[in-house]
């Protein structure tokens, strides 16, 4: 891949105005947010953010113990979140962190008070409406002791068209016997260049568990979120369900850092290229036992494209179970031929074996963002076979 | 119902049918003996058209059609229905989900059908993941019940089953066979039977699938070549007592 160019993005100059009801944005846009995963309407949802390029647009919240807010708004009030602000990514990582560090257009804060359960899933939208837009922002979440949050993050743009570049810089701290699952859904354009840096400590006894799906043609992503179990009794889990039509371009993978007795991580990523590149990485590395660990990396080239798997597993001390099982390849003929003697065609047979694979069932997502996943997975179905 | 004409099949550089003819009629089962290796598989996987399995010469004949070239999925929405030995796991494809396909839009409660073969607590588990022998069999059975075949291929229905599995097995192949026959007001038992349209090929080694339904003839595969015409448990017998080393001088 070329080198990102930051300079023919403009980071400063996209202000929008606060938006009241999301539900009189343009049908299009809201088109583009419902197949990531967020809901207009609020629905079914403890909270709503958006933010439009440079700045929050739409901050709600209506559950007791969950508090939202834009991250400026957030760094004031908490003093600059000492602490917590800039801890699990190192703003002297790349020039992505430094541009973030220098200039933050916004971002959430999200905490959940110790103990609360919060039922309906958060959703936040990052969106890039205006071309040529880049956008800096800076997530925190923090769960507190015994609490649990869902999180659905829908990343987009205004059209499929539209050029932008997202930098976000996310840190996820799941505090002792707290959960937290991540789902992210990436709905990018040909023309987005995408760095997430992602970093996040799970306490004793808690759980992180991140779910990421990206089915849409995107020009650059790169991402490796790494969590770290500094907990006895953590868990971390990452899925990932990831197309690459023809244009896209994605390096993606997902680091565990066990350090901690009784941890445990797993990494499963499905990836399927119709005609693009996916890098799909994966590190698990265990520095206490016991401390058990599984990657899986499957891989299916349909028609065109380049999958290139590195899973990488790193034990430190003797008694670490970490396993690793990656494959790439095509639909295994076997498959087919079991259900055609079902009575499916080969393109029904194909198809089926193809949406058992990109199956999300084990994210247990909402029923609507599930309902938009398989549309997605419909859609891009025609350039699969 | 199954007509096969002087059938050669090739697997690799390898010959392994040299010249097959069966005849199954509409309503009768057809049980195939034959030592280990000699290619009773390889019969019922070339009457389903899977890949490998290539006709180097021959004729299939089913319910009238030339099947020789037809696609797998065409014979089985004429009515092939095959049992699979050894299935694929298909991964994030529920069981459920793959018999409502299999059932090809007809009605079918997939759900009761499940519980008379002890597959309910399987129906959302993806497709033979990590299923025993024994529940690789009753799924099978399920999804065969489901395409409602007219033509049932079954490879060793006993193999890695337990009695009370075989038993259960026993009574389902009957039921796909035979149709489910009950006392009717409107039909007697022996008119009910006699209306049954379902044919079979079943291979076995041991002979106990016999025990739960009606085959009249029978037949030894040996090293490609059909012979020792006969019933089904004469069959049986006659290698308990003597061993396949007796078809090869029959041959000669
Ligand atoms: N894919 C293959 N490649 C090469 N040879 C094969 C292949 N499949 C089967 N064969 C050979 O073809 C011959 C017939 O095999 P087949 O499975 O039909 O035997 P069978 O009669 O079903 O035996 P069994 O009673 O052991 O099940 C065997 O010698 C077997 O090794
Ligand atoms: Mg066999």
């Known amino acids: ?385 | 119902m199954l007509k096969i004409e002087n059938l050669h099949v090739k697997i690799g550089q390898r010959e392994v049918l040299t010249g097959i003819d069966l005849e199954i009629n509409a309503g009768e089962t057809y049980i195939l003996f034959g030592p280990n290796g000699s290619g009773k598989t390889t019969l019922l996987m070339t009457l389903m058209g899977l890949g490998n399995y290539e006709v180097t010469g021959g004729k299939i004949w089913f319910k009238g059609h030339d099947i020789t070239e037809m696609p797998t999925y065409e014979r089985a929405r004429l009515g092939v229905g095959m049992s699979f030995q050894r299935p694929p796991t298909i991964h994030g494809l529920s069981t459920k989900h793959l018999v409502r396909m299999a059932a090809q839009g007809r009605d079918f409660d997939v759900e009761s059908m499940a519980r008379k073969v002890n597959m309910e607590s399987f129906l959302d588990r993806d497709v033979n993941a990590g299923f025993s022998g024994g529940e690789i069999k009753r799924s099978e059975l399920l999804q065969l019940m489901a395409q409602h075949p007219n033509l049932l291929l079954f490879d060793e229905p006993e193999s890695g089953v337990d009695l009370e599995n075989m038993h259960l097995i026993g009574k389902t192949v009957r039921t796909l066979l035979e149709g489910e026959i009950a006392p009717r007001p409107d039909c007697s038992m022996r008119e009910q039977k006699e209306m049954r349209s379902s044919s079979g090929l079943i291979i076995t080694h041991t002979g106990y699938i016999l025990d739960y339904i009606n085959a009249d003839r029978g037949q030894v595969l040996y090293d490609g070549h059909l012979c020792c015409e006969a019933r089904p448990r004469d069959i049986l017998e006659h290698i308990r007592a003597h061993g396949y080393q007796e078809c090869v001088r029959c041959l000669n």
Request: charged content about 20%.
């Open chain 1, 1 to 385: 891949m070329p080198k990102v160019d930051l300079s023919q993005f403009e980071f400063t100059g996209h202000a929008s105005n606060l938006i009241e009801d999301l539900t009189t944005m343009p049908q299009a846009e809201k088109e583009r947010l419902i197949m990531s995963g967020v809901d207009v309407t609020g629905v079914g949802r403890s909270g709503t953010f958006l933010q439009t390029d440079h700045n929050a647009v739409h901050c709600e919240t209506h559950q007791p113990g969950v508090e939202m807010m834009d991250i400026k708004d957030a760094l004031k009030k908490y003093d600059g979140l000492d602490g917590y602000y800039w801890t699990q990514v190192d703003p002297d990582k790349d020039e992505f962190t430094r541009a973030v560090a220098e200039n933050v257009h916004g971002g959430y804060f999200i905490r959940v008070a110790e103990g609360v359960q919060v039922q309906d899933p958060v959703q936040s939208c990052l969106l890039i409406r205006a071309n040529d837009t880049g956008q800096n922002v800076h997530n925190v979440v923090i769960v507190e002791e015994g609490a649990s949050l869902h999180i659905i993050t829908g990343c987009t743009v205004a059209s499929h068209d539209t050029k932008g570049a997202h930098l976000g810089i996310s840190e996820f701290f799941i505090k002792k016997n707290a959960s937290l699952t991540f789902t992210m859904v990436h709905n990018w354009g040909e023309n987005s260049v995408v760095r997430p840096r992602t970093g996040g400590v799970v306490e004793a006894g808690g759980v992180f568990q991140n779910n990421y799906v990206s089915m849409k043609t995107v020009k650059d992503l790169q991402s490796y979120p790494t969590i770290r179990l500094a907990g006895a009794g953590g868990i971390a889990r990452f899925n990932s369900v990831l197309v690459a039509p023809p244009g896209a371009y994605l390096d993606t993978g997902s680091r565990i850092i066990m350090d901690a007795p009784d941890t445990r991580g797993e990494i499963i990523s499905r990836t399927i290229t119709t005609g693009g590149t996916i890098i799909a990485r994966g590190d698990i590395q265990a520095n206490y036992v016991p401390a058990r660990g599984h990657l899986e990396c499957k891989g299916l080239i349909l028609g065109k494209g380049v999958i290139h798997a590195i899973p990488e597993l790193r034990g430190t001390v003797e008694g670490v179970e970490l396993s690793h099982e990656a494959a790439v390849g095509k639909i295994a003929q076997e498959e087919i031929e079991y259900l055609m003697a079902r009575g499916l065609d080969e393109d029904e047979a194909t198809s089926t074996i193809v949406r058992g694979f990109l199956n999300v069932d084990i994210m247990g997502l909402p029923a609507r963002l599930n309902d938009a996943i398989q549309k997605t997975i419909e859609e891009s179905e025609k350039d699969m076979f």
